[in-house]
């Protein structure tokens, strides 16, 4: 056996990867369950300190078109803050809330692109998606826009704070209370209006749907967060970072159902993307569906800030999928999209581990879209294809640092992989 | 096509006990009983299965049929119905119909639908290590190193069967004396296995009481589950830790 296959390698002193060490606790948290006690997270609070908080808008009035874009907090639920995301500028502003054209872009750019959004408020209950009155009616056309369209909002308060992070959803600027809105003419999606007036329609069925119409993802976990489908009672407002996972996951399970009646691919591939500073490898093998996501935390990058060591975590399904949330949260799903999304394409079942290096350029969290956008740009190119598990494993290992064995140890499906034996391999 | 059983409990059990481990199943029907043949979408396990014609109470088959099945709404159906169960094929419909004639008349037609093409061959091994016991000790000792990990490590040595089971700082043995099994061919034997697709076979201990577990080095494991008329026969490929 090749000693980087060997799991029970002890790791030398020049290759210092201890795993599943230091800071488990933001890594399992991403600031969005508050393990560590704290009213709010340190990690993303030290990032607000470090940046300049100049106030953008130093006004209570602000126009500009929105890409469209609108934003459902979390706080308080079941009371939220809905509101469009408005940056001061007017034109074709659809690439601030296009994830789906990011890849590429830098961590600059990303929040040049998205600290000049500001957000508006206004609270409502979940369930008055309709009867809300004339602002929510707004909000909620506005969600479901083809294209970018003119915004005047005017605020109770000055917007407030500097770039708003989290791990799930993209970053967006200062906020503040909503006193008024004004929205001129805007074409509302007819894809998305049909399922929007079709109030027998689940809403599972409306996000199949519209996908198949080729309606992108952003633009359907926008219309699903303003409670734009499903049962006519049934319809809620859903916080945006939950929507974005609602339909990641939907979509998947969808097309993971599809890809389980294609044939098995016939070689082994590696896939690849980098972009800021994370590299992400995928690993396609002959099998029955099963996939895994292995996300490596450099010390000091967003999810292991106090660690000395790298710190590795990974969520896995076998053919039967899983019943539990991801350990690692809404990536997890959103690379499911992008890799069970491939596979339906081309019509191929497969086993698939992805491999996450996240090194210390990778300094803020950015939202899932990273994940999702990036496995599917790997998809994009040509893979690499080998016969075998171990020269697949032995090119993997040229485009990551981390050992192969320190990998394999935390990676279920490739532990499976390598020692679960097959009946035909005794059936001579 | 006709088959009446009273059995529909234990049909449903042993239909429970794979439905985990295999989306559809093809059903072939012969005049002398009907058989299984499946393997999981890993290929890890295999099933296989017989009920002879002696265990219905009706049994008219004029010709050997193959009928292929969702397995997981067999099971719903299989909920549903009283102890008595009448099987037969719709006619001009590609359907199978399940009867049950309690206080209500029910009726149930599942779809046939295609068969994936496979012709499943069994593990051609000669095991010189075998153990026959309680079914109920089996899954009890499942059981028991469930609730450590997700591997077990079966073992015979001396005269003795062993499961063990570790992870982490946590361990389990449980020992099953020679004296406590039915029937002993000793040979010091070991391998490791999945306990995710034991715990599923293990649920045949409800309705037969015994089991005779093979086992080899490194080698699949074979549970027989036999009574006087069902026959269910597993295979699991092992887990080879170094190679």
Not at chain 1, 124 to 144: N, T, Y
Not at chain 2, 27 to 53: N, S
Not at chain 2, 227 to 241: G, H, M, N, S
């Amino acid at each position: 056996m090749h000693p980087l296959f060997d799991p029970t390698r002890q790791d030398t002193a020049e290759t210092p990867f201890p795993v599943r060490g230091g800071s488990a606790r933001c890594i399992l948290c991403r600031g969005a369950k508050m393990l560590c006690g704290k009213a709010s997270c340190p990690v993303i609070l030290r990032y607000y300190q470090s940046m300049k908080v100049a106030p953008l808008i130093d006004t209570l009035e602000l126009d500009g078109s929105s890409p469209p874009s609108v934003f459902v907090g979390r706080i308080g639920y079941p009371k939220v803050s809905v509101g469009p995301l408005i940056p001061p500028v007017h034109g074709d502003t659809s690439i601030l809330d296009t994830p789906e054209k990011w890849v590429g872009k830098s961590m600059d750019e990303i929040v040049a692109m998205r600290s000049q959004l500001v957000r508006g408020k206004y609270s409502v209950k979940v369930d008055q998606v309709e009867g809300g009155g004339r602002l929510v009616d707004m909000v909620r056309d506005l969600a479901m826009a083809r294209g970018p369209a003119h915004v005047e909002a005017s605020f109770l308060k000055k917007p407030r704070g500097g770039l708003v992070l989290s791990d799930e959803v993209q970053p967006h600027g200062p906020s503040a209370p909503l006193r008024s809105l004004d929205i001129g003419s805007l074409k509302i999606d007819r894809r998305i209006e049909r399922a929007y007036s079709d109030t027998d329609l689940p809403a599972r069925e409306a996000v199949l749907t519209l996908y198949k119409d080729d309606v992108s993802v952003t633009q359907i976990q926008r219309s699903f967060s303003v409670g734009a489908f499903g049962e006519e009672s049934r319809r809620r407002f859903v916080p945006t970072r939950w929507s974005i996972t609602a339909v990641d996951d939907t979509i998947s399970k969808h097309l993971v159902q599809q890809v389980k009646d294609f044939p098995w691919i016939n070689e082994y591939r590696v896939y690849e993307s980098w972009s800021l500073d994370n590299r992400f490898i995928v690993l396609q093998m002959p099998g029955s569906w099963s996939y895994e996501l292995v996300e490596a935390w450099y010390p000091r990058t967003t999810w292991n800030p106090h660690g000395r060591e790298i710190a590795i975590y990974s969520s896995a399904e076998g053919y039967r999928g899983r019943s539990k949330y991801a350990e690692i949260g809404g990536c997890y799903y959103a690379a499911r999209l992008a890799t069970s999304e491939h596979l339906a394409g081309e019509r191929r079942q497969a086993t698939t581990v992805i491999l996450r290096e996240a090194h210390p350029g990778y300094i803020m969290p950015v939202g899932v879209w990273n994940v999702r956008e990036n496995v599917r740009a790997a998809f994009r190119e040509r893979p690499r294809t080998f016969e075998s598990l171990k020269t697949a494993l032995e090119y993997v290992q040229t485009r990551l640092d981390i050992p192969l064995s320190t990998w394999i140890r935390n990676s279920r499906v490739l532990r499976d992989r390598l020692h679960q034996r097959r009946i035909e391999e005794f059936t001579g | 096509m006709k088959l009446k059983t009273s059995q529909t409990d234990k049909l449903r059990k042993i239909f429970e006990a794979i439905v985990n481990l295999v989306d559809e199943v093809t059903l072939k029907v012969a005049p002398e009983g009907i058989t299984i043949r499946a393997m999981d979408p890993a290929h890890v396990a295999l099933i296989d299965f017989e009920m002879k014609k002696e265990a219905f109470d009706e049994y008219k088959v004029e010709e050997p049929l193959e009928l292929t099945v969702d397995l997981k709404t067999v099971v719903n159906v299989l909920k549903r119905v009283e102890q008595d169960l009448v099987i037969k094929i719709k006619e001009g419909a590609n359907a199978l119909t399940l009867l049950s004639e309690g206080t209500m008349k029910k009726r149930f037609n599942i779809p046939l639908i295609e068969a994936s093409e496979e012709n499943l061959k069994v593990p051609s091994i000669t095991f010189e290590t075998e153990a026959e016991l309680d079914s109920a000790l089996f899954k009890n000792a499942i059981a028991d190193t469930s609730i450590i990990g997700e591997y077990v490590t079966l073992k015979v040595e001396g005269d003795a069967l062993y499961f063990t089971t570790k992870a982490e700082e946590n361990e389990v043995e449980i020992r099953v004396d020679k004296d406590s099994c039915i029937s002993f061919k000793k040979k010091d034997a070991k391998s490791h296995f999945s306990l995710e697709y034991l715990q599923d076979m293990a649920k045949i201990a409800d309705i037969i009481n015994k089991v005779k577990i093979s086992l080899g080095n490194d080698l699949p494991l074979k549970l027989d589950f036999a009574d006087d008329y069902t026959k269910i026969v597993f295979f699991l490929a092992p887990r080879v830790e170094t190679e």
